[in-house]
């Protein structure tokens, strides 16, 4: 009967409140094995109009459908790609435009292709609940001009719970969502440091340019 109790306890937050829920995000990209960095100069696009486009949803599952959930997905876009593709490349700036081949060595475009939430009881029987996330990004890589190389990661699920009664359920929700994003930029990122065609790219920029000297701030 406790079990009952906090289970419709439970529900009463997920379900019945009806203004947006706000997500709070913080993707924590950990040291990827990466031996070697590129030795190029990298610049990640990230517009505004990506940064500052929260995503807004409802769950894929029953729990929580009647409640919008926002996401700062555009602004943890930025932080995880920027922390991954750093420890790729010998220098990474984020910028807000797409540059002149002259500016830049290697352009590095994220875009987000799909994510899916949800709220999994089943898997409790019903007497607790998680939280699920699911990602698909895409990452493509130009020298200015064409693109060099490309990938496209959809994650495994990622959870995080199960919680019977929990007042902060939101953050368990966002938890899996910035589980989620690391998963797929990480993926991406040690394909990029193996990848044949960028390492290509970066012998011929280096002979072409000259060999890498300190960072001169673009102006």
Same mark, same amino acid.
């Given at each position: 009967?406790?079990?009952?109790?906090?289970?419709?306890?439970?529900?009463?937050?997920?379900?019945?409140?009806?203004?947006?829920?706000?997500?709070?995000?913080?993707?924590?990209?950990?040291?990827?094995?990466?031996? !070697?960095?590129? =030795?190029?100069?990298?610049?990640? @696009? /990230?517009?505004? $109009? %990506?940064?500052?486009?929260?995503? #807004?949803?409802?769950?894929?599952?029953?729990?929580?459908?009647?409640?919008?959930?926002?996401?700062?997905?555009?602004?943890?876009?930025?932080?995880?790609?920027?922390?991954?593709?750093?420890?790729?490349?010998?220098?990474?700036?984020?910028?807000?435009? !797409?540059?002149? =081949?002259?500016?830049?060595?290697? @352009? /590095?475009?994220? $875009? %987000?292709?799909?994510?899916?939430? #949800?709220?999994?009881?089943?898997?409790?029987?019903?007497?607790?609940?998680?939280?699920?996330?699911?990602?698909?990004?895409?990452?493509?890589?130009?020298?200015?001009?064409?693109?060099?190389?490309?990938?496209?990661?959809?994650?495994?699920?990622?959870?995080?719970?199960?919680?019977?009664?929990?007042?902060?359920?939101?953050?368990?929700?966002?938890?899996?969502?910035?589980?989620?994003?690391?998963?797929?930029?990480?993926?991406?990122?040690?394909?990029?440091?193996?990848?044949?065609?960028?390492?290509?790219?970066?012998?011929?920029?280096?002979?072409?340019?000259?060999?890498?000297?300190?960072?001169?701030?673009?102006?």
């Amino acid at each position: 009967m406790r079990g009952s109790r906090w289970l419709t306890a439970t529900l009463g937050l997920v379900v019945l409140s009806g203004c947006a829920l706000q997500i709070p995000m913080n993707t924590q990209m950990s040291a990827l094995a990466i031996e !070697n960095r590129l =030795p190029l100069r990298a610049a990640l @696009v /990230i517009p505004e $109009s %990506l940064r500052d486009e929260p995503y #807004r949803g409802t769950p894929d599952s029953f729990t929580g459908s009647g409640r919008e959930h926002v996401f700062p997905i555009g602004r943890e876009i930025e932080k995880a790609a920027r922390d991954a593709f750093s420890q790729v490349f010998h220098e990474l700036e984020v910028v807000r435009r !797409n540059l002149e =081949p002259q500016e830049v060595e290697v @352009v /590095i475009e994220p $875009s %987000l292709d799909s994510f899916h939430f #949800r709220y999994d009881q089943l898997s409790y029987a019903g007497f607790a609940v998680a939280a699920v996330s699911r990602i698909r990004v895409t990452v493509r890589m130009t020298d200015g001009i064409e693109t060099v190389w490309a990938r496209t990661v959809e994650t495994p699920d990622q959870r995080r719970g199960p919680w019977v009664l929990d007042f902060n359920y939101e953050e368990r929700v966002g938890d899996a969502a910035s589980d989620a994003l690391v998963a797929a930029f990480k993926d991406i990122a040690l394909e990029a440091a193996r990848a044949s065609e960028l390492w290509g790219l970066a012998d011929r920029v280096r002979t072409e340019r000259g060999p890498l000297t300190a960072r001169q701030e673009r102006r």
